[in-house]
């Protein structure tokens, strides 16, 4: 097997919004789409993100341990412009801390299950050749 791409869920009123974030903020490129689901990629890259449409209203205490993750130089001014554009969409939105390495966004009434983080690049290397 292949990894091929993740799956998050987004409530369906904001479904549009946060596909337009991830296009217009992020420069993702949509690969298709079906009355549920869009599927991203953002280039350079090798696994997509699937954003499925929830009208689930329960939102998980712990979802901060379900990330759609990112490099950054500077992530936390990064999620802080994301979390400005947010809220200039009308989806409220709020950036917070693991460490001074690591950040999130949240946007309690879009992301149903999981939260945009942010980290150092050096966080990220492992030492493994692959």
């Known amino acids: 097997m292949l990894f091929n791409h993740v799956a998050q869920r987004v409530h369906a009123r904001h479904f549009e919004t946060v ?5 217009a903020q992020l420069g993702f490129v949509e690969l298709r789409r079906t009355e549920r689901s869009i599927w991203l990629r953002q280039p350079g890259t090798n ?5 499925s449409r929830s009208d689930t209203l329960h939102r998980d205490d712990d979802k901060r341990r379900s990330q759609i993750a990112f490099l950054s130089e ?7 412009k994301l979390a400005a554009w947010a809220n200039g969409q009308g989806v409220e ?19 149903v299950d999981f939260v ?5 690049p050096e966080l990220a290397d492992y030492g ?3």
């Open 93 to 111: 939105a709020s950036v917070g801390s693991y460490s001074d390495r690591e950040f999130f966004l949240d946007a309690p009434v879009a992301f």
């Open 74 to 80: 500077t992530p936390q001014s990064d999620l802080e």
């Open 128 to 130: 493994i050749d692959v």
């Open 116 to 120: 945009i983080e942010a980290m150092l």
């Open 47 to 51: 696994v997509d993100l699937q954003l």
């Open 19 to 23: 596909a337009n974030m991830m296009q």
